[in-house]
């Protein structure tokens, strides 16, 4: 079965960096395009961050960029999205998930069931 | 940046009755491949999103054939010809053209 554990997530204060992780099952990051996407209490979803297994660049909302980092360890079969100079607008459920494609940033079809940031002194 | 405008916001549905979503993007979304990036999402009560349609029209797998997507260009539409209670949740559009990937402000259907 296809899984997507997220992990990493807690209290931080403002400035402050967290790295969450996604530890996938039953398929490899290899192989497929990945995506952060964020909920904040109460509202919509957000996208944050995506990437190609085939490799390439990554993409960032221009809400995170140069603030988030998307990565991953192959060895591990886990994907991290590191942050940095949080502030209380990146509070969120942080959902990790892989599109149905390697190549294409379409069909986000595996969700993991998200970990809580809270940003806040 | 793209803007993905969902109306209506909330619905009402009675059991057995369509509903209809609607989604206008401020850009078009059709590519030059033919498809229209955009997909479909559902959020259930304290759950993650689900895929329920990608490129516009293909239902994603175990969608039941009750739920359609339509449209080209700038409107789109996901359609439940009959709805049930297990329908109950924000759905969402996202544009999946081109980076930032931006989702629609959500649809709540209740039943009622």
């Known amino acids: 079965e296809v899984q997507l554990l997220e992990s990493g997530g807690g209290l931080v204060q403002p400035g402050g960096s967290l790295r969450l992780s996604c530890a996938a099952s039953g398929f490899t990051f290899t192989t497929s395009a990945v995506t952060w996407v964020r909920q904040a209490p109460g509202k919509g979803l957000e996208w944050v961050s995506s990437?190609?297994?085939?490799?390439?660049?990554?993409s960032y909302a221009d809400s995170v960029k140069g603030r988030f980092t998307i990565s991953r360890d192959n060895s591990k079969n886990t994907v991290y999205l590191q942050t940095h100079s949080l502030t209380a607008e990146d509070t969120a459920v942080y959902y990790c998930?892989?599109?149905?494609?390697?190549?294409?940033?379409?069909?986000?079809?595996?969700w993991g069931q998200g970990t809580t940031v809270t940003v806040s002194s | 940046d793209n803007v993905m405008t969902q109306s209506p916001l909330s619905l009402s549905v009675t059991p057995g009755e369509p509903a209809s979503i609607s989604c206008r993007s401020s850009?078009?979304?059709?590519?030059?491949?033919?498809?229209?990036?955009v997909d479909w999402y559902l959020q259930k009560p304290g759950q993650s999103p689900q895929l329920l349609i990608y490129l516009g029209s293909n239902r994603a797998s175990g969608v039941p054939d009750r739920i359609s997507g339509s449209g080209s260009g700038t409107d789109f539409t996901l359609k439940i010809s009959r709805v049930e209670a297990e329908d109950v949740g924000v759905y969402y559009c996202?544009?999946?053209?081109?980076?930032?990937?931006?989702f629609g402000q959500g649809t709540k259907l209740e039943i009622k």
């Open positions: 850009q078009s979304l059709l590519h030059s491949n033919g498809y229209s990036y």
């Open positions: 996202m544009e999946t053209l081109q980076s930032p990937y931006t």
């Open positions: 998930a892989k599109y149905l494609y390697a190549h294409s940033y379409y069909g986000i079809d595996v």
């Open positions: 990437f190609r297994g085939s490799g390439g660049a990554a």
